[in-house]
């Protein structure tokens, strides 16, 4: 494989401001806040990490506040690390004869590409990426 294993991430947090201002000042990372694809319309907020181009790491991420109850956070969806295919479909028709589940199947993230959502047999949650 000639490219990163890990694509993305993403950090689901309560409050999108007070995490921007915490990784802010820890790693000195600026922030792009965005309309998510397909998101329009719901309160779902996603603020990308500085850009690969911006800091050479080849890998980036975002963070993500989700609407509904701050009181309790889905522990399958803390962190969720991605990684890269050719075809998502492929590496998610493996996950359950791996003992895994489906979360979300293949969908599409309009021009940035498709991604699934698994959870492997420890209960970790994994998103597999890919532009086909």
């Known amino acids: 494989m000639d ?6 991430f993403e950090i689901y947090v309560r409050e999108i401001e007070r995490a921007k201002a915490f990784y802010s000042q820890v790693l000195g990372n600026t ?13 779902m907020k996603m603020s990308f990490f500085s850009s690969m181009e911006e800091t050479g790491n080849g890998v980036s991420g975002a963070l993500i506040e989700m609407p509904g109850d701050k009181t309790e956070c889905n522990p399958n969806l803390n962190t969720i ?13 493996r996950v359950e004869q791996a003992g895994g589940k489906v979360q979300q199947p293949k969908m599409s993230l309009g021009e940035h590409g498709f991604c699934s959502i698994c959870i492997d047999t420890e209960g970790n949650a994994f998103g597999l990426y890919s532009m086909v």
């Open 81 to 93: 690390v991605y990684f890269a295919c050719e075809d998502c479909a492929v590496e998610e028709s």
């Open 31 to 43: 922030f792009q806040d965005i309309t998510p694809p397909g998101e329009a319309d719901t309160a």
């Open 3 to 8: 490219r990163n294993i890990i694509c993305w």
